[in-house]
């Protein structure tokens, strides 16, 4: 059984970096993509980006010149650290495997989709002096 | 970024009820949508991914539909389980953006 979880220090100075680990469990880290995605408190969900089999990566356009997210293959683990944080970084941080499903339509079209199947349990990070 | 337009934002519904959550795209996404459930305090779990493929052990009772633009999440019968927030996420295009939520609750 596949599981994540979440470590890092709950609470960082405004202008300081963030970062947090997520340690992977059942599944190696170098088969699948993996994810970080917040929530500020009482809201939604907020993408923040992946790193791919490749260890190429991705990034949403709203944080990605402060965000890098990485891997450690020997740890199983992998990464995100933001810098510069604000209150409004302020959130319950998720990590999770991306994973895909090959699709092949009558049009002959194929690709993949992608969806996050195995989450960690979260972990509450407030920005403040 | 592709918009993502949860509706309704609030439902108040019955054990027994069917239900049905609708999701909106701002452009065309093909079959990449992904639904979520989230009870307080924990994670979000997949329920639905490619629309309409549901997630090894999610009850039958949910089902997916829709492709390109407009998207549903139906749950058959509510169970006292189900009552909890519901987001669709695309997954066509970084990035992969979040709908606001749907929260059931018990009427």
């Known amino acids: 059984q596949v599981q994540l979880q979440e470590s890092g220090p709950g609470l960082v100075k405004p202008s300081e970096t963030l970062s947090l680990t997520c340690t992977v469990s059942g599944d190696s880290i170098s088969r699948d993509s993996w994810s970080w995605i917040r929530q500020p408190p009482g809201k939604g969900l907020e993408w923040i980006g992946y790193?791919?089999?490749?260890?190429?990566?991705d990034y949403s356009p709203s944080l990605r010149s402060r965000v890098t997210i990485s891997v450690d293959t020997s740890e199983n683990q992998f990464s995100l650290k933001v810098t510069s944080v604000t209150a409004a970084d302020t959130a319950v941080y998720y990590c999770?495997?991306?994973?895909?499903?090959?699709?092949?339509?009558?049009?002959?079209?194929?690709?993949?989709?992608?969806?996050?199947?195995?989450w960690g349990k979260g972990t509450t990070v407030l920005v403040s002096s | 970024d592709i918009q993502m337009t949860q509706s309704p934002s609030s439902l108040s519904a019955s054990v027994g009820d069917r239900v049905t959550v609708t999701c909106r795209a701002s452009q065309s996404i093909s079959s990449s949508l992904n639904w979520y459930q989230q009870k307080p305090g924990k994670a979000p779990d997949l329920l639905i991914y490619?629309?309409?493929s549901l997630q090894s052990g999610v009850p039958s009772r949910f089902s997916g539909s829709g492709s390109g633009t407009d998207f549903t999440l139906t749950i058959s019968s509510l169970q006292p389980e189900d009552f909890a927030t519901y987001y669709c996420q695309q997954s066509h295009t970084t990035p992969y953006t979040f709908g606001r939520g749907t929260k059931l609750e018990i009427k």
């Open positions: 999770a495997r991306q994973s895909r499903s090959f699709y092949y339509d009558t049009s002959g079209y194929s690709g993949y989709f992608y969806y996050m199947d195995v």
């Open positions: 790193i791919s089999i490749s260890g190429s990566t």
């Open positions: 490619a629309a309409s």
